[in-house]
């Protein structure tokens, strides 16, 4: 059974960092494509990152700032989030699909963490 759990979320102050994690069971973790959305009150889900074989890929508001990473053999994927504004307030989800294609929409991805909130005061 595939299972996705994030951790490291917490709030801290704008210029700040944040290291997200997301540990992954029940599948081959190399061989998918893990990405992590966030979501803001009232807002739509949104991509922020994605890795896979064929490559790993930003959305323009984090590009830069944030950074993924993955360690195969504990079946990981990190995300090293730096330079915080207000904006990046959200809940923060690790989401996983078979395959290398990583899709850049929420529908694109079967498997999903409960979530970890991020909160970036002024």
């Known amino acids: 059974q595939v299972q996705l759990v994030e951790s490291g979320g917490g709030s801290v102050q704008a210029g700040g960092s944040l290291r997200l994690s997301c540990a992954a069971y029940?599948?081959?973790?190399?061989?998918?494509?893990m990405a992590w959305f966030r979501q803001a009150p009232g807002k739509e889900r949104e991509w922020v990152a994605s890795?896979?074989?064929?490559?790993?890929y930003y959305g323009d508001s984090v590009k830069g700032r944030f950074a993924l990473s993955q360690d195969n053999a504990k079946n990981t994927l990190f995300l090293q989030m730096n330079s915080l504004k207000p904006e990046d307030t959200a809940m923060y989800y690790c989401?996983?699909?078979?395959?290398?294609?990583?899709?850049?929409?929420?529908?694109?991805?079967?498997?999903w963490g409960q979530g970890t909130q991020v909160t970036v005061s002024s």
């Open positions: 029940g599948y081959a973790f190399s061989t998918y494509c």
């Open positions: 890795i896979s074989t064929a490559g790993t």
């Open positions: 989401a996983a699909d078979p395959g290398p294609t990583c899709n850049r929409g929420p529908h694109g991805y079967r498997y």
